[in-house]
């Protein structure tokens, strides 16, 4: 682990996605969840069905893959695009390093911006009855990992990374990935979802997908979507340096 993982690379990482613009858009949504969480449980008190419909419907659906796109895209594609990335690159550091060094980063904050909330907000719908907030914490988490894969892709791949998964987050994870059947199996939210519904108890959360496809489903995007941006990484280098 401790040579792919590089201590200044990491603080660089977290630097530029904690500075005072981009936090304030990862504080956003948290912020929004917990005060609508707040509201909910003032007006109907709680209600296992109301706080699966708030965690899944908000928190799974849109928080967790927009803050995955804030977080997976700022972890590398600002570099590229204002070509900071060179100095970085000349440093005595393998690219495989560095691609892992942001993912990480990239997942603590995805996982701190979304798994956190989302416990918390179950916790003030329901108070974890039928361990509804533990379901989707745990599938926060998961997809937070797979998500920040992808759109550190994105990054590497793009110049238009926020765009691409803007539509990608919006579109196929909160719309196709909710209403059309086909699409659900090839969803990141509905592979988090079976880890969701393996935690709940009392059937309240469900998913398209069997636990073990969705572990294998996350496990190949994952370790892909990271290859891929290594090697986008290392050809950036040889285009670089020839």
Not at 191 to 209: N, P, Y
């Amino acid at each position: 682990m401790s040579s792919l993982y590089h201590p200044t690379v990491a603080r660089l990482t977290y630097r530029a996605l904690l500075g005072r613009r981009r936090a304030l858009m990862l504080a956003a949504l948290p912020v929004l969840l917990i005060a609508i969480s707040v509201a909910v449980r003032a007006m109907t008190g709680a209600d296992d069905s109301t706080a699966d419909g708030i965690l899944g419907g908000f928190a799974l659906a849109t928080m967790v893959p927009l803050i995955g796109v804030i977080a997976g895209t700022g972890a590398i594609s600002p570099e590229i695009d204002d070509g900071s990335v060179v100095y970085l690159l000349a440093k005595p550091v393998k690219r495989p390093t560095i691609i892992f060094t942001k993912l990480l980063v990239a997942i603590a904050v995805t996982v701190a911006f979304s798994a956190v909330p989302t416990f918390l907000s179950g916790l003030i719908l329901n108070g974890d009855s039928q361990r509804i907030a533990t379901a989707y914490t745990a599938a926060a988490a998961v997809a937070s990992v797979a998500y920040s894969a992808i759109f550190l892709l994105l990054g590497t791949v793009t110049r238009h990374a926020v765009v691409a998964g803007l539509v990608y987050a919006l579109v196929w994870e909160s719309v196709f990935g909710n209403l059309v059947a086909g699409a659900r199996t090839l969803s990141v939210q509905q592979w988090s979802l079976s880890v969701a519904q393996r935690i709940a108890d009392g059937g309240v959360v469900t998913s398209d997908v069997g636990l073990p496809a969705a572990v294998v489903l996350l496990t190949v995007v994952t370790c892909a979507a990271t290859w891929y941006a290594g090697r986008k990484l290392r050809s950036l280098t040889l285009a670089g340096e020839e």
